[in-house]
């Protein structure tokens, strides 16, 4: 979610101000307790009820992270890289499975031992249900603001082309055999152009 907003009135970029006292956007406790109150409400609408023993404080972790590069970081790791590595797997037998991975209180990497059940459990509580997403996109950011993302590089006089110099350039793919570079010739996968003739092309005959 973006901590910043192109005013329509005056045309100008607005971002909240910084420093101590100033909050991102809004009060986490304040969102738990509304988040709280509108879930119980949706259940109960739906005929749900919740155990007895279920905790009467939520915890809501929200916050600022600055320009959001490391939150880009740290959420890549999940998003694209998956729970844990295939190198990070370093032992596993018909019993048991060893690991490593970073622990997050001493920086540091460690070797964790556990039972093939156990395993995939910690893997399973990585996996969300259906319907839901890991990370979502609001504002600008969204990925049907386009005409809104064209609108803010005129008005901030940003060049895409020229923000996107960092990007180290793809790797080629090296042959086996005498080490040149080489070259896709041919996919198997169709495009979605293709799928998309392919399946009219089925209809009108079906027709």
């Not at 709280?36 to 005929?47: C, N, T, V, Y």
């Amino acid at each position: 979610m973006p901590a910043a907003a192109l005013d329509g009135k005056c045309r100008r970029w607005r971002t909240k101000p910084r420093g101590k006292g100033n909050g991102y956007l809004f009060n986490h406790r304040a969102l738990a307790k509304v988040f709280r109150a509108k879930l119980l409400a949706a259940l109960g609408r739906e005929g749900l009820k919740l155990p007895a023993c279920h905790p009467q404080k939520w915890v809501v972790d929200c916050k600022g992270v600055g320009t959001g590069e490391k939150a880009l970081v740290y959420l890549g790791r999940y998003l694209y890289r998956g729970v844990i590595q295939e190198k990070d797997i370093l032992a596993c037998d018909e019993k048991q499975v060893s690991f490593r991975y970073r622990d997050s209180q001493t920086g540091k990497m460690a070797v964790r031992t556990v039972s093939g059940a156990t395993f995939l459990w910690l893997i399973l509580q990585h996996v969300l249900p259906k319907g839901f997403r890991r990370a979502r996109n609001f504002g600008f950011l969204h990925p049907n603001s386009k005409r809104l993302i064209a609108l803010l590089q005129v008005v901030l006089k940003v060049m895409p082309s020229t923000d996107l110099t960092w990007m180290k350039p793809r790797p080629p793919f090296l042959c086996a055999c005498c080490g040149a570079p080489m070259q896709v010739v041919r996919r198997r996968i169709p495009s979605a152009r293709d799928r998309w003739r392919a399946a009219s092309s089925a209809e009108g005959v079906s027709m």
